[in-house]
């Protein structure tokens, strides 16, 4: 196909025990997840329907890179998360058969400028300023599901500089994934691509330029990423 500018490279990533890679669509992401991460936050955990934000396929960032320290902000924060990577289309999915749907399973970071996205919540604004940026979704490489199976427990920990900053356990997860899945659907068809980061455990804080993030969730595996100066 012609196009009358030029185009770009699909966004992609790697996938464990494969020659070809997994191509990213959409990013679809949960917030507050995680019951202390929550009140850590100011906010009172529940089981209410979850709600989401969106980050740009091309915002991936893949395991081994650097991330440049993005503008316009001085309190870039971690977020380390259970990545579930769609393979098979669908729309209204029950949580019973959502694990059909999904190809596998990776270590993501949501990489947060707090400061914008404070400032976004005061004013009830959109998230996208502190959430949507570029190299905003660093990704490890997946673990296919018909090898790991489609973990419900497990820890899950963020070191920076050796230096451990969170850790939780997957088993405290206020949705599942199957339930995420399922809710998700009801909103948007979901496609082949399409990743879906499942929030995050209590202890996020403030990244600077020249530290090293070590990302783990226990029988999925690792994802490691260096910041740099800014863009």
Known sequence: MDYVIDSWNLPSLAVEGAAGRFPVRRIYCVGRNY??????????PNREPPFFFMKPADAIVADGANVPY?????????????????????????????????????????????DLQQISKDRRWPWDTGKSF??????????????????????????????????????????SVPEIVGHLSRLFTLRAGDLIYTGTPAGVGPVLPGQRLDGSIEGVGKLSVSVGDSV
């Open 70 to 114: 993005p503008p316009a902000t001085a309190n870039l924060h971690h977020e380390v998360e259970l990545v579930a990577a769609i393979g098979t289309d669908g729309a209204e999915i029950a949580p019973e058969t959502a694990t059909d749907h999904i190809y596998g399973y990776a270590v993501g970071l949501d990489l947060t400028r707090r």
């Open 134 to 175: 570029d190299f905003g979704a660093p990704c490890g490489d997946i673990a296919p599901a018909a090898r790991i199976g489609h973990p419900s427990s497990g820890a899950i920990t963020l070191d920076i500089d050796g230096e451990r900053r969170q850790s939780g356990d997957l088993a405290d997860m206020i949705w």
């Open 35 to 44: 019951a202390e991460h929550a009140r850590e936050m100011g906010n009172d």
